[in-house]
Structure formats: C-alpha cells, structure tokens
C-alpha cells in the first residue's frame, strides 16, 4: 500500500515537472529561434541610402530606405555599366561596357553631363578618377587586359602594357600611385602607373576575383568571387579576416561576391551578384552587410525593383560633393 502511495506521488510529482517545463516552452522558445528573431530585429533597424549597378536589367538605382519616396532609376538603353564613382560636383563617374570609355551623371538631374566614348576602350570594366583629373580606364581586350591614362580633359595621355591571358574586374588606386586588382586567374595584382608589377599573390578558395582595394590600415580587402567571400590581406600575403563564405547563413542564398565597401562603423556591405538574366535576382540576396565579427546583420533583397547588383556605393556618411577615390 506504502509502495502504491509512494509511486502515485512520483507521479504526480513527474507531471507536475513535466507542466511547468511544457509552459516555459510556451514562455521561451529555444536559443535558436530567439536569436534568428533577434537578428531579424537587427536587421530591421538598419536601414541605407545607396546607388547600385543593375547588371543584367541595365540600370542604375538610387534607394532611399529612409524616404522610398526619393528612389529614382536611370535606365540605360546603350549599353551596361561596371563601375561607379562619387567624383564630387553631385556626380558619378561610370564605366562604360559595350561603347567603351567612361560617362558622368549628375545626381540631381539624373542628367549626362560628360562622357568620353572610343572604341578603343571597348569592354571597360573599371574607371577611376584621379584628384587631378585624370582617368583610368581598365579594359578587356584582344583576350587579355589593358589600361589606358587620360589626361584631365580626356585625352589618351599613356598606354599601360597589354597582358594576355586574363581579365580584369574592378581596380583602385592605392596611397603610393599604384593600382589593385584581381584576374579571372585568381591572383590579386598590384601594378605601377607604367605597368610593372610590384606585387602579387593568389587567393585560395576565390573564383574570378571581383575587387580589390587598399584599407587604412594598408591591408587589401578582396572580394573572392563565386568563392562569396571577402578577405582581408597584410602586407605579408597573409590572411587576416573574412567574411561570408559558402554554405551561406540559414535562409539566405550567396551566389558571387562583387564590390564591397567598408562603413564608417567598420562594417562591411557587399553586393551580391546572381547572375546574367534578367531575373536572376529571385535567387539570392541583392547586397549583404556584415559586422565587426563577420556576422550577417543586414540583407537586401528586391526582385521587383532589381536584377543583379554588381556594384553599390552606400550613401549613408558620403558628401556627393567630393571626390572619393
């Protein structure tokens, strides 16, 4: 009788426990799903000004996700453009695809206020200005790639040596009037304004190296490609950081790593590029954000609005009045 009293208190005991952790369940999901919506709080609040390139519907895109009502495109009916440029005056610098060279816009008109076309400069994949004025244009020509100097009224001023065998993205000027880039090879090149190489190194894991610029800290970041990565290098070749990487977060789909830009805050906003087709924007995320320590903080994601973004310039902290090279 003891022994038939004694289990019917184990008992009862047991289900009591058994309730009391039933409703904490109720009261506190698990640590998984009460991250996933701490993040998705997070994501929530960050919010960007931002010019993008839209590769495969031809485009340029400013969004205001402040004021959506100031959003505005430019589309382009002659052709795709690669590379993007706040120069000053209220201007962007871009390089010209299929007609070869480079065209500024002014940001408030929305208007061509320069360009210079040459079929020499056919494929131009990257231009940058110079605070003096001057040019460069990286082009993908006769199956390999080759730089062109213009002089600050456009003229071609110098002829950098052609080299076979690889292409090029997008290239930046560093500190010591060198240039950064990477090759479809998968080698991140650093050149002199005469052509000759001073430095070269490649990236393990990339797959057609997107961009490559130089950091305060005179590290380069590199962004890997189908390898959707960005990393960080010292001065020894020696990686230092990275982030993404494949397989990408939960519920999110990277496909290739383009250009990225470091924020005031450290942070670092990349855009993804899914593909050539018009609509290959439903596949993966358009631009991704992340922190300090590499985690994802911020998506953005538009398939309405937007193709495939190869390029943004994040507004946030700019003055479009200056020249940032």
Known sequence: MKRNILSAVVLSTALKVLFVLFCLMLLCP?????????????????????IMLDESRKQILYVDQFEPKNDWVIKLT??????????????????LYELGGFREYDLTTRKVVREVIDKKYKRTLTAIRFTDGRTLLGCNVNRGYQFFLLDAEGKLAKELPHVKDTEIRIARRTPRDTIVFGCKNDWVTEIDLDGKIVREFKVDGAKHIYHVAENAKGNLLVSAGYGCFVAEYDKQNNIVKKWGGLPAPKNHTFIF????????NGNLVVATWTGHGTNDSSKGVQLAEFDNNANLV????NPKI???????IILDESDTNKLYE
């Open 257 to 264: 790593f383009s250009k990225f830009q470091t924020l005031k």
């Open 306 to 312: 937007a193709g495939s973004i190869n390029n943004v």
């Open 78 to 95: 002659d052709g795709g453009v690669w590379d993007v440029q706040l120069i000053g005056n209220n201007r962007i610098l871009v390089a």
């Open 30 to 50: 698990p640590v998984s799903l009460a991250q996933e919506q701490v993040a998705q709080d997070q994501q929530s609040q960050i919010k960007h000004k931002m």
């Open 298 to 301: 911020w998506t953005w994601h």
